[in-house]
């Protein structure tokens, strides 16, 4: 019995769409990690990128449980003295709801340049309309 090890050439992507209206944020996240680095696939290697497209719609209606919108904060600095820019959750999701998801799968993904690819199969659109529409997406269910 020889192990199965996945190549990068014979690997096939899937498209999903996700519609995150009303869906928890911490819960979208883990179905779109689990589809971005494959892990639903029985070819699943963990060092070559197997996973899938996954396109987010409906950002701006996510929801976000207890007092997260006023209490979680997202941090940036900027490398100079005084630089340490601060956005609560949510008035992030106000101004821009895509890099909510965007960060929250980012954290559940490799700290490693394999991590970063896996984001950029990533596409999340604030609104119902999404411009993939030629790869012929299939829905995914995250309330399953």
Same mark, same amino acid.
């Given at each position: 019995?020889?192990?199965?090890?996945?190549?990068?050439?014979?690997?096939?992507?899937?498209?999903?769409?996700?519609?995150?209206?009303?869906?928890? /944020?911490?819960?979208?996240?883990?179905?779109?990690?689990?589809? /971005?680095?494959?892990?639903?696939?029985?070819?699943?290697?963990? &060092?070559?990128?197997?996973?899938?497209?996954?396109?987010?719609?409906? +950002?701006?209606?996510? &929801?976000?449980?207890? *007092?997260?919108?006023?209490?979680?904060?997202?941090?940036?600095?900027?490398?100079?003295?005084?630089? /340490?820019? *601060?956005?609560?959750?949510?008035?992030?999701?106000?101004? &821009?709801?895509?890099?909510?998801?965007?960060?929250?799968?980012?954290?559940?993904?490799?700290?490693?340049?394999?991590? *970063?690819?896996?984001?950029?199969?990533?596409?999340?659109?604030?609104?119902?309309?999404?411009?993939?529409? +030629?790869?012929?997406?299939?829905?995914?269910?995250?309330?399953?």
């Amino acid at each position: 019995m020889k192990t199965f090890m996945a190549k990068k050439e014979e690997t096939e992507r899937g498209w999903y769409v996700i519609d995150a209206a009303g869906v928890t /944020l911490g819960r979208l996240a883990t179905k779109i990690a689990v589809l /971005l680095t494959g892990k639903n696939k029985p070819t699943y290697t963990p &060092h070559v990128d197997t996973g899938s497209f996954v396109i987010v719609v409906n +950002a701006e209606k996510i &929801h976000l449980t207890g *007092r997260k919108t006023d209490q979680k904060n997202y941090y940036h600095y900027s490398g100079y003295q005084g630089g /340490l820019k *601060r956005i609560t959750a949510g008035k992030l999701l106000e101004t &821009h709801p895509d890099r909510l998801i965007r960060f929250a799968v980012r954290g559940m993904l490799p700290k490693n340049r394999l991590g *970063r690819a896996m984001l950029k199969k990533l596409k999340v659109y604030a609104g119902p309309e999404h411009k993939h529409t +030629a790869q012929k997406p299939e829905p995914y269910s995250v309330t399953s």
